[in-house]
């Protein structure tokens, strides 16, 4: 049995996991499940319908990005792993991470206002969210500008904060005006260049919507 991961790239949790697999070299397959259109048949893999879920070789389903890529890691070694083990540099990569996943949090809430409530939109709650997702923007900023451009492989923290930039390219491209973050822009750009970020773009379809503005929001992500 292959791995299975359950999910569309326009989610920035799912896309991580799928750009993580490809990394480590790890074949799997895909089911497209909608968290809308397909939601019961999504909570036969997460109770709480949400994605990512990652069905094991023997059936296991994983649910949960961050627990879905531990997993991963340790299957792979540390070696191989995309996250330090210990010490210092881990904290490091996980507070950041932590940061990127706060974006993506706050960048979901905003698309779901919008989409749920349309212009009953509460314009309080969608500034609030934006002051917080700002504030981590922020701070990713100045941790990226403090340490050397990598040259190497990608890593978690890396991979979280271009999938997260990804997604606002998506949904919010306004809150990426050019020159606000230019630390951040640069490697969202090396990330988006990789082969596993390539292989792990979101189609139309996946995107939703109408096609014209789906494939709008395509080329915005695809010229970082």
């Known amino acids: 049995m292959t791995l299975s991961l359950i999910g569309h790239y326009d989610s920035p949790f799912v896309r991580r996991v799928g750009i993580s697999l490809h990394i480590l070299g790890m074949p799997f397959e895909r089911q497209l499940l909608s968290v809308f259109s397909n939601a019961d048949e999504l909570r036969s893999y997460n109770p709480v319908g949400r ?6 070789d023997d059936g296991e389903v994983l649910i949960d990005s961050a627990a879905i890529l531990d997993h991963l890691d340790e299957v792979v070694g540390p070696q191989r792993a995309l996250m330090p083990g210990s010490g210092k540099a881990r904290r490091d990569a996980l507070q950041t991470t932590a940061l990127a996943l706060g974006v993506n949090e706050k960048a979901i809430a905003i698309t779901y206002e919008r989409r749920n409530r349309g212009d009953a939109a509460d314009p309080m709650w969608i500034a609030r969210c934006r002051d917080q997702q700002d504030a981590a923007l922020a701070a990713l900023e100045r941790r990226f500008a403090a340490i050397a451009p990598g040259a190497g492989r990608l890593t978690h923290p890396e991979i979280t904060v271009a999938t997260a930039l990804g997604y606002l390219r998506l949904r919010q ?10 630390v951040l822009a640069a490697l969202t750009a090396r990330a988006e260049a990789h082969a596993a970020f390539q292989a792990c773009l979101p189609t139309v379809k996946e995107i939703g919507g109408p096609p014209e503005e789906a494939r709008a929001a395509l080329s915005r992500l695809l010229r970082p």
């Open 51 to 56: 994605v990512p879920a990652l069905v094991l």
């Open 173 to 182: 491209p306004e809150t990426l005006p050019p020159g606000r973050y230019p």
